[in-house]
C-alpha cells in the first residue's frame, strides 16, 4: 500500500519540484538589475572564471578549451561520416555543404551546450553546493548580502557575456576540423569545398545558432545554479546534485534544440536546391 500511494503521489510531487524551480528561475531574472550595477567586480571574476577556469587547470580545463577541442573533434568526425555517405551517391563536392548545413545547424550547438554543462555547469553546482553545506550562504544572508543575486544572478550575467565569444570559437572549430578531414584526409577539392561552404551558409542560419547556443546557456547556468544552491546532505548530496544538474541541463540542451528547429526550421524552406 505505501509503495502504491508512493507512485501515486510522483506526479504531485512532480508539479511541485516544478513550481519550485520555476519561481527560483524567476527571482533569479528579477534579481538581475542588482547584479548588474552591484557586484561588478563579482562579475568581472566570474568571468575570467568561467571561460578560461582557475588555477592549474586555467589553460586545459576552461570551458575555452574544452569546447572548443569537443567541437573540433565532432566537426571532423563529421567530415569523415559526412564524406563517406556523399561518396555513395558521387557527390563528394558537396563536402562544403554538408558542412554548413550540419555544422551550424545541429552538431555545433548541442556539442557547445553539453560542454558547457561539463564544464561551466558542474563547477557552478559545486561551488554553490559546498558553499551551502558549510553555511556560507547563510553568512551572506546574515551580513545582509541578498545570496541570490550576489552569487546566482553574477553567474547567470557572466554566462550570457561568455557564450558569445566562446560559441563563435566553437563554431569556427567545427568548420575547420569539417574542412581538415575533406581536404587535407580524402583529397576533396579546397576551391570547390570553399565554394560549396559560402554557397549553402546563410548569415541567418548563423544568427539562430547563436540564438541557441545563447538560450542553451541560460538554461546551463540557471538549472545547474538551482541543484547547487539548494543542495542538502553534505558532500554526498553536493555530488548527488552535481549528477542530477548534468541531466536535467542536458535534457534541457535537447529540448533547446528540437523547440529551435521546430521555431524556425519548421515552416520555412531554407534550404533550396534547384537544378
Same mark, same amino acid.
Request: aromatic share 12%; with cysteine.
Given at each position: ?8 503521489? @510522483? &506526479? +504531485? ?9 520555476? $519561481?527560483?528561475?524567476?527571482? !533569479? ?26 588555477? /592549474? ?31 555513395? !551517391?558521387?557527390?563528394? @563536392? ?24 561539463? $564544464? ?25 548580502? &541578498?545570496?541570490? &543575486? ?11 557575456? @561568455?557564450?558569445? *565569444?566562446?560559441? /563563435?570559437? #566553437?563554431?569556427?572549430?567545427?568548420? !575547420? ?23 549553402? =551558409? ?8 547563436? =540564438?541557441?547556443?545563447?538560450?542553451? #546557456? ?12 539548494? /543542495?542538502?546532505?553534505? *558532500? ?8 542530477? /544538474?548534468?541531466?536535467?541541463? =542536458?535534457?534541457? +540542451? ?22
Amino acid at each position: 500500500m505505501s509503495r502504491f500511494r508512493h507512485a501515486a503521489g @510522483a &506526479p +504531485v510531487r512532480l508539479l511541485d519540484a516544478l513550481g519550485e524551480q520555476g $519561481t527560483f528561475y524567476l527571482r !533569479v531574472f528579477a534579481w538581475v538589475y542588482r547584479a548588474m550595477f552591484r557586484y561588478k567586480k563579482e562579475q568581472t571574476r566570474l568571468l575570467a572564471e568561467v571561460g578560461m577556469g582557475s588555477g /592549474a587547470l586555467a589553460l586545459i580545463g576552461g570551458a575555452v578549451a574544452i569546447t572548443g577541442f569537443m567541437t573540433f573533434f565532432v566537426g571532423a568526425s563529421s567530415g569523415v561520416q559526412g564524406y563517406q555517405a556523399l561518396r555513395q !551517391v558521387d557527390l563528394t @563536392a558537396l563536402s562544403g555543404f554538408a558542412s554548413a548545413f550540419i555544422n551550424t545547424r545541429l552538431a555545433a550547438p548541442i556539442i557547445a551546450g553539453a560542454g558547457l554543462a561539463a $564544464t561551466v555547469g558542474t563547477g557552478i553546482t559545486a561551488q554553490l553546493g559546498a558553499m551551502r553545506i558549510n553555511e556560507e550562504i547563510d553568512a551572506l544572508e546574515v551580513m545582509s548580502v &541578498p545570496s541570490l &543575486p550576489y552569487l546566482v544572478s553574477t553567474r547567470l550575467l557572466a554566462g550570457l557575456v @561568455a557564450v558569445v *565569444p566562446l560559441y /563563435a570559437l #566553437a563554431l569556427i572549430l567545427s568548420y !575547420v576540423g569539417y574542412q581538415a578531414v575533406s581536404v587535407l584526409f580524402y583529397g576533396v577539392s579546397s576551391g570547390g569545398y570553399t565554394h560549396y561552404f559560402f554557397a549553402f =551558409l546563410q548569415p541567418v542560419d548563423i544568427l539562430y545558432s547563436f =540564438l541557441q547556443a545563447i538560450t542553451m #546557456a541560460v538554461v546551463v547556468v540557471l538549472v545547474h545554479c538551482y541543484y547547487g544552491y539548494n /543542495a542538502t546532505g553534505g *558532500p554526498a548530496g553536493v555530488g548527488e546534485a552535481v549528477g542530477r /544538474a548534468v541531466r536535467t541541463s =542536458l535534457i534541457g +540542451v535537447t529540448t533547446v534544440t528540437l523547440l529551435v528547429a521546430l521555431a524556425v526550421y519548421g515552416n520555412h524552406d531554407t534550404l533550396r536546391i534547384a537544378g
